[in-house]
């Protein structure tokens, strides 16, 4: 499979840093190849870069080519820009180099640290999966919020593939999750307490306009969304 190139010095993305700080759950790191593969947008990844470039190759995905559109007309598949999908996920037309030398002037303790964490991104996620994961992050630790992160796709989240002896899910539609059953499944799985917050918070969701609603909070103002 061809590896498709973004442009992007390693100084302006560390994938390390960034997939595996505890901002997102699904991505994991092959250490011998050292590359990446996980699920964002309904598509699956494999991610490695060097120091020009961030390559990616796409596993499978929800979504189509323009390419693949052509050839199937009849497909219901969203026609995306995968090249475009990718450099919004990691902020790339962010310059992090000129915050890096900003802080760096203002804080001696920051300039001796960006040495070994350089490239560390704040990542654009899809809100709804950005909040469940965060309302699976309460009081837990990394490793057993990625478990719990993947029991909600694999129950309820629509297969994207398979590779390489493991099946990949989309994360799941927030209507999935409001629906009152989920509450008791959810503490048969493990989540405890969190499993009434992420129902209850699913049906409100839902109750207020769904995802088009909540994905329109982002280009409110802070204290217009608050309220």
């Known amino acids: 499979m061809t590896w498709n190139k ?77 090249d ?10 962010t310059n992090l180099g000129e915050y890096y030398k900003e802080w760096s002037e203002k804080d001696a303790l920051f300039e001796k640290a960006c040495q070994q964490f350089y490239g560390i991104r704040m990542l654009r996620q899809e809100p709804v999966e950005n909040l469940f994961s965060f309302i699976c992050s309460q009081n837990n630790h990394i490793s057993r919020i990625s478990t719990m992160v993947e029991k909600l796709c694999t129950h309820y989240g629509e297969k ?20 009152p059953e989920v509450e008791s499944e959810l503490r048969n799985l493990g989540f405890g307490y969190r499993a009434k917050f992420i129902q209850k918070s699913a049906a409100q969701i839902v109750e207020w306009g769904g995802v088009k609603w909540f994905n329109s909070l982002q280009d409110m103002k802070y204290k217009d969304a608050k309220v």
Do not use: M
Not at 65 to 77: D, G, W
Not at 84 to 93: A, G, I, S
């Open 6 to 82: 973004l442009l992007c010095n390693i100084r302006e993305l560390q994938l390390v840093g960034t997939l595996s700080g505890g901002q997102s759950f699904r991505w994991k790191q092959n250490k011998d190849s050292n590359e990446w593969i996980g699920v964002y947008s309904k598509t699956v990844w494999k991610l490695r870069e060097n120091d020009d470039h961030l390559q990616y190759q796409v596993i499978g995905s929800l979504h189509t080519s323009k390419k693949e559109q052509i050839k199937n007309k009849k497909s219901k598949k969203v026609d995306v820009d995968f």
């Open 84 to 93: 475009k999908l990718l450099e919004d996920y990691f902020r790339l037309d």
């Open 160 to 179: 994207i593939c398979e590779y390489e002896g493991d099946t990949y899910y989309a994360f799941p539609e927030v209507e999935k999750l409001a629906l």
